[in-house]
Nanobody, 121 residues
Framework: QVQLVESGGGSAQAGGSLRLSCAAS???????MAWFRQTPGKEREGIVT???????IYADSVKGRFTVSKDNAKNTLYLLMNSLKPEDTAMYYC????????????????WGQGTQVTVSS
């Protein structure tokens, strides 16, 4: 069984920090992994991707504030979110593709259940 489970969401004030975790049931070192977020009424949007060769691409909205990392020994993907803004409020999801290169959103075959992040002014 393949499974991703997010955790670490919660409430924070603007300027604060949160660290999200995504635990995988398998070794994801060769997979493209990504973090997405979604607010009600909007499309799910990509935040950052990390390819099998560890190259990363961040969305402009989070560049310089969010950092993705992986602990392959724990099969866990992380998202450190610093300098949080109210507009970061969303449900955050991690996802895995079955390729080392990163596809578009429809190419991610495994998704977590999401963890809510709420940032107040």
């Amino acid at each position: 069984q393949v499974q991703l489970v997010e955790s670490g969401g919660g409430s924070a004030q603007a300027g604060g920090s949160l660290r999200l975790s995504c635990a995988a049931s398998w070794n994801t070192s060769s997979n493209c992994m990504a973090w997405f977020r979604q607010t009600p009424g909007k499309e799910r949007e990509g935040i950052v991707t990390i390819s099998g060769d560890a190259s990363t691409i961040y969305a402009d909205s989070v560049k310089g504030r969010f950092t993705v990392s992986k602990d392959n020994a724990k099969n866990t993907l992380y998202l450190l979110m610093n300098s949080l803004k109210p507009e970061d409020t969303a449900m955050y999801y991690c996802a895995a593709a079955w390729t080392s290169g990163c596809p578009r959103i429809r190419g991610f075959g495994v998704w977590g259940q999401g963890t809510q992040v709420t940032v107040s002014s």
